[in-house]
């Protein structure tokens, strides 16, 4: 439900709504509210402002209340510096003062783990209850790709966005169209391959850097994304893939990793400067940029995170420790 901004006042920790009136005074109702972190956040924030109107959804036991906040679009300034950003189907990287930062996404593993989950569903379902049983569509209902992927896509934007903010730069991103990610899927003979690349939402990402760049009034200029990881940054050659994620160029002699030449050529298409040799990129894991606040606690939070693999050989470790004990 939607309450008027006449009906409803916030005190510091409750809210009082009006619920009827005879014409000269109003019967109140008040609710008291335990704010969340967020509410906090931007309740104490200067820039930001509450909105006039309240939503509210009313439970068994407990009120859900709802708080908007808004704030002025900032005006576009004169970029100091370029932040280039490289979009793949497992990892978004981005080029900022000589260092190339990849964040892991693991769309196709998150992918691969929804499709054979609803096929699952699917055979389970149609053969109980039919192929458009209510039953089976109540279930799919609770799945959560979308949601996920959606909350991941804004994180990464905003990560990338108010690190381009707080330094005065400006984004270049790749001109990427519906047209242009259809055409590229036509030359993709792998059914799989193809399928996984068209949910991994490339356009999806772009217009939340967009959203989030207008909003903070961030520019934004969009290249080429022709060949952006086949050619060599410094000599402009074809470049020799072994299989991984690493190439070799033929006229240097030296070796580029993936995401590391698409950041280069990307910001040189731009117009701004690039090193004068690969460097290395700085892994951070989904586990750690989709809790961290900027980029530097994101990399406080990774240099204290422990691979999966680790932790399950140290609790194997503690595991056998205990059987000899025994």
Known sequence: ??????????????????????????????????????????????????????????????????????????????????????????????????????????????????????????????GKYGRSSRAKRKRMRKLREKRRKKDWRYKVARLIVTEAYRRRYGIILEELTLRGVWSMLRHIKNKKLRLRIARAAFLGIIRAIKEYASLYGVPVVEVNPAYTSRLCPLHGCELKYDGNRTASCSVGGKVWHREVAGTFNIMKRGGAPIPDEPIVPVVIPREVWTRARNLNHALELARHEKPKAVKLAAKYERYIEALRKA
């Not at 008040?30 to 309740?43: D, G």
Request: charged share 30%; with cysteine.
């Open 1 to 126: 439900m939607v309450v008027h901004p006449q009906y409803w006042r916030l005190d510091s920790d409750s809210v009082q709504i009006a619920v009827e009136s005879d014409g000269r005074r109003c019967r109140r109702v008040t609710v008291e509210f335990k704010a969340h972190e967020h509410f906090s956040r931007y309740y104490d924030d200067p820039e930001w402002e509450l909105c006039k109107e309240l939503r509210f959804k009313v439970r068994r036991n407990s009120v859900l209340l709802y708080f908007a906040f808004q704030r002025e679009k900032s005006e576009a300034y004169e970029p100091k510096g370029w932040v280039s950003v490289d979009i793949n189907e497992n990892s978004i990287a981005f080029l900022v003062n000589g260092e190339v930062y990849l964040l892991k996404t693991g769309i196709s593993a998150i992918t691969k783990d929804y499709f054979w989950k609803r096929r699952k569903i699917q055979s389970y379902y149609d």
